[in-house]
């Protein structure tokens, strides 16, 4: 009996002492909504209430009708997918799904994953690690989240077939070797991933697909990085919007943080640990607000953030801007010729405070998949 208080003594100071921690750092505002709970795992629907920016609030994955499903089996079948594996869950469980992992597992995808609408990808309390070829596709899909992963060394893979939403055999064409990839995808919400080492890049929100959030995560070891917008001909993207913000650009990052084509990007709050070529560019007369972000140029790369590329068909008419950015190292931005400070207009859901550049390092201290102890606290 006093061995049994004892643990829990300890257990209990743990909790306090980790809560404390987190209370002594300043968290940014979608981890503040539900880090600080230490009964987060009672409670983890919490979290599609915590999103801002243009994702909005992610009320549709919650609610009436979720099915709660747990990964248990890390294998892979692309076509007939078993009982217990991420894919099952993914394709198959029709409807709300929120889907967990029993423990710590690498997945080797063995063929692109196909994510079906109002899903929640959700890796907290566990270390899992997903790799393969073209990894994680968004495709024409909406209500998804895509939080607490490590994705790496996902490779370009030949056209092919795989299980798809609702039990179809979807036929996929070649795939690049992102991490993520976002096709005609819309209100998507990718937080607190760890996104490294891929053939292509580490994100693409392509084809029509608007309404995304990408927070908190980590994007390390890469060249490019991040694409917004399919190509300078794809005119649909001229509607897309997304939210890049509390994020860890680097080390060892190339370009493309992001990269937009023809829409609006509102890039806030986010660190930048150096790069070669640019950070932030584009094509086709694209807006972007950089705004409160934290630039650190490295010694030996560029020192000018933006790269604007002139194509056929662009008007030139650039709308980059840069409000209340902090400069180190020498960085320097290059604002655009156009008129104003291009504003998101947000809806009062997808609104939030952009703090002070100088906050960012502390704000993005835990971006990526958390480390989430025993003990609940995360």
């Not at 029993?102 to 899992?128: A, C, Q, Y």
């Not at 891929?198 to 991040?226: A, H, I, P, Y």
């Not at 890049?244 to 829409?263: D, E, K, T």
């Amino acid at each position: 009996m006093v061995r049994f208080l004892n643990i829990a003594l300890i257990q209990l100071l743990i909790v306090l002492f980790v809560a404390n921690v987190l209370e002594a750092t300043e968290l940014n505002v979608m981890d503040k909504c539900w880090r600080p709970n230490p009964h987060w795992r009672k409670n983890r629907n919490q979290l599609a209430r915590c999103s801002v920016g243009f994702a909005g609030k992610m009320l549709g994955n919650i609610g009436k009708g979720v099915t709660q499903y747990k990964v248990t089996d890390p294998s892979d079948d692309p076509i007939n997918p078993k009982p217990g594996t991420l894919r099952y869950g993914a394709t198959l469980i029709k409807g709300k799904k929120w889907i967990t992992f029993k423990r710590n597992m690498k997945i080797n995808l063995h063929k692109p994953l196909l994510i079906s609408s109002f899903t929640t990808l959700d890796g907290r309390g566990v270390s899992v690690h997903i790799s393969g070829p073209a990894c994680l596709v968004v495709y024409r899909a909406t209500d998804v989240i895509i939080h607490g992963l490590k994705i790496h060394d996902c490779k370009a893979h030949l056209p092919s077939s795989v299980m798809g939403p609702d039990s179809k055999i979807i036929q996929l064409g070649h795939m690049d070797g992102d991490a993520i990839g976002l096709v005609a995808a819309k209100k998507v919400w990718i937080d607190h991933n760890t996104l490294y080492d891929c053939e292509d890049g580490l994100l693409d929100v392509t084809t029509g697909s608007t309404n995304v959030t990408v927070s908190n995560n980590w994007f390390r070891n890469q060249d490019k990085v991040m694409l917004l917008g399919h190509d300078d001909g794809y005119v649909r993207d001229k509607s897309m919007r997304v939210t890049v913000a509390f994020n860890h650009f680097g080390p060892n990052c190339n370009q493309r943080m992001p990269r937009v084509r023809h829409g609006y990007a509102h890039v806030a709050n986010n660190y930048y640990q150096g790069w070669t070529q640019y950070a932030i560019g584009g094509s086709m007369s694209p807006r972007v607000k950089s705004e409160s972000n934290y630039f650190v140029a490295t010694k030996s790369g560029s020192k000018e953030i933006t790269w604007k590329k002139s194509s056929r068909g662009d008007k030139m008419q650039w709308k980059f801007f840069s409000v209340n950015d902090f400069f180190e190292n020498g960085a320097c931005f290059s604002p655009g010729k156009g008129v104003g400070k291009v504003k998101p207009n947000y809806s009062p859901s997808e609104r939030f405070t952009v703090a002070d550049a100088k906050n960012v390092k502390e704000l993005t201290s835990s971006a990526g998949a958390l480390q989430c102890t025993r003990h609940s606290i995360c």
